[in-house]
């Protein structure tokens, strides 16, 4: 047998093998909540104060429900504090609300995934004298590993939220699914 025949053997093999455990996500609906951290990057300028600059972390955390089509296709919303980020003149208190698609590769209990949607957010920001309130709708995208026990999932995650000039959010959290 020729080194390209056995090649395709391996393949066709390895595929029909795979295929029941890339089916294994469960399916319906879902509900989670994650903890970690969220980076908060802002640059602005107060009359009073003059221009200012936060890039600090803090504790996050978010709930969420989704929908799991199928192994590879879920949508998900949420709601999720991003904690508070603060420098010695100002301080900004950011919080949202979302709503993604998500795209999964399942590779047996583990699956990757990639996540884009938007979300709604509003922030205060708070001065020594004065506090300003302003809020949007921006791009929201992340990455993430999930590890599946069944119905239970223990998933890890990197987001990007148009949030301020830039907020990322790292998460470690739990799903049931129904």
Known sequence: MT?????????????????????AKDEGLY????????????????????????????????????????????????????GSAENSLVKTDPYGIDVFVIG??????????????????????????TSISDDGFDLAAGLGLEFELGSFAIRGEVEYLDVLDETWMYTLGATFTF
């Open 3 to 23: 080194t390209r025949k056995l090649s395709l053997l391996c393949a066709a093999l390895t595929a029909l093998i795979l295929s029941p455990l890339a089916q």
């Open 31 to 82: 509900l989670g909540v994650s903890l970690g951290a969220a980076t908060i990057n802002q640059e602005g300028s107060d009359p009073d104060l003059g221009d200012f600059e936060i890039d600090s972390s803090d504790f996050a955390w978010k709930v969420f429900a989704g929908y799991q089509f199928n192994g590879v296709l879920a949508v998900e919303g949420g709601y999720r504090e991003l």
């Open 104 to 129: 999964g590769i399942p590779l047996g209990p583990l699956r990757g995934f990639g996540k884009i949607g938007g979300i709604y957010w509003d922030n205060d920001t708070d001065f020594a004298d």
